[in-house]
């Protein structure tokens, strides 16, 4: 099955540094990749996602990279500020699947 | 709109004892799904329904079991709980499979003693 690979677990960084988050993914047949952003005592919600025709997308202050020849993706955030302290989670899954596989998650913490 | 409610919020059980967690969702999604989060370990899918009256199993279904009735909710059943059980559960549901957004409930947060 599908093993997606997330870093770093944790992330600290000054407000208006910029935040990069890693991922991995092993099946090459992978075509659909969403990002989520989780906060204490709540349920994920999706910040950004990627589709496999597409190497880059942006949002404002996210942006997500992806290189499907070396299997990784990555989120962007520019000009952090507190209230984007949460864990974010990448995922992965099938063009005709339906479950989603999740990384591990980052604590990200802008003070 | 309410979106994905999960009901109860909070629960302690004592082991072997019965409970069923319910999801509810106000947006005709078609798919519908149970992880637990547990430290450390990310989201694992339990269960999940592509439609009214279907059920398939996830990564970790052992233990659990769900129906669909309605397609508005997802029932997940855990029919002798074990302190392994205790986990944070949450719901989500999509309009598909492909290329669709899963929305997510606020979970449900669940203790076995």
């Known amino acids: 099955g599908e093993n997606v690979e997330q870093h770093p677990s944790t992330l600290s960084v000054q407000e208006g540094d910029s935040a990069v988050i890693k991922c991995t993914y092993s099946d090459s047949a992978s075509n659909y990749f969403p990002w989520y952003k989780q906060e204490l005592g709540k349920g994920p919600q999706l910040i950004i996602d990627?589709?496999?025709?597409?190497g880059e997308k942006k949002d404002q202050r996210i942006a997500v990279t992806l290189n499907k020849t070396a299997k990784h993706f990555s989120l962007h955030i520019t000009e952090t500020q507190p209230e984007d302290s949460a864990v974010y989670f990448c995922a992965a899954s099938r063009d005709s699947g339906y479950a989603l596989n999740f990384g591990k998650g980052t604590s990200l913490l802008v003070t | 709109n309410a979106g994905v409610t999960q009901t109860p919020k909070f629960r302690v059980l004592k082991t072997g004892q019965s409970m069923t967690l319910l999801c509810a969702q106000d947006?005709?999604?078609?798919?519908m799904y149970w992880y637990r989060q547990d430290p450390g370990m990310g989201l694992r899918l339990i269960h999940y329904?592509?439609?009214?009256?279907?059920?398939a199993k996830g990564e970790v279904p052992d233990g659990y079991n769900v129906s669909r009735l309605k397609k508005q909710n997802f029932l997940l059943g855990l029919e002798s709980a074990a302190p392994s059980q205790t986990s944070v559960y949450f719901c989500a549901s999509s309009w598909g499979g492909s290329y669709q957004p899963q929305h997510f409930g606020d979970g449900t947060r669940l203790s076995i003693l």
């Open positions: 947006m005709n999604h078609e798919y």
């Open positions: 329904s592509v439609g009214e009256g279907t059920t």
């Open positions: 990627i589709r496999s025709n597409v």
